[in-house]
């Protein structure tokens, strides 16, 4: 059989493939609910660990907050990174709990809670960086971000 008469013949297989039908599904199903990204369901808190919490009250539906707990040197840049999150603004308020480690939260060193929101892949909003001055469960209530320079 020739090279020419072998090509046609696994051509035609192929066709003959994709022209037959899809099975059909055994059973009819529910249509697919949207999943949610970043949805954070409140859990207990484990003994091990701290909790820093609040929410973002102007956050833009659709942006994206990430939020930090950071280690800072003395010229005030990141050192370490201690815990992260990041959340979808919904237009709403935006709650936020971000857990720790107390047993990594290093004594006597500067400690801040970070926060920025972007959109489209562009910054839009930051938060002043507020002091953790200790490893404890806190509360800091509603917050505001500010316009991104």
């Known amino acids: 059989m020739s090279s020419r008469a072998l090509a046609v013949?696994?051509?035609?297989?192929l066709l003959a493939a994709c022209s037959s039908e899809a099975p059909k599904p055994a059973a009819p199903q529910a249509p697919a609910q949207p999943v949610a990204k970043h949805v954070h369901a409140p859990t207990p808190l484990p003994a091990y660990q701290r909790e820093l919490s609040g929410s973002f009250t102007n956050i833009p539906r659709g942006a994206e907050v990430e939020v930090a707990?950071?280690?800072i040197d003395?010229?005030?840049?990141p050192q370490r990174l201690l815990a992260s999150d990041t959340y979808d603004g919904t237009g709403q308020a935006l709650p936020f709990q971000l857990r720790f480690n107390p047993e990594v939260f290093p004594v006597g060193a500067r400690v801040e809670l970070r926060a920025r929101a972007s959109q489209s892949?562009?910054?839009?909003?930051h938060l002043k960086p507020l002091s953790v001055t200790r490893a404890d469960t806190q509360a800091f209530g509603p917050l505001q971000l500010d316009k991104a320079p």
């Open 121 to 125: 892949g562009q910054l839009i909003l």
């Open 9 to 13: 013949l696994g051509f035609a297989a």
């Open 74 to 77: 003395e010229r005030g840049r």
């Open 69 to 71: 707990l950071l280690v």
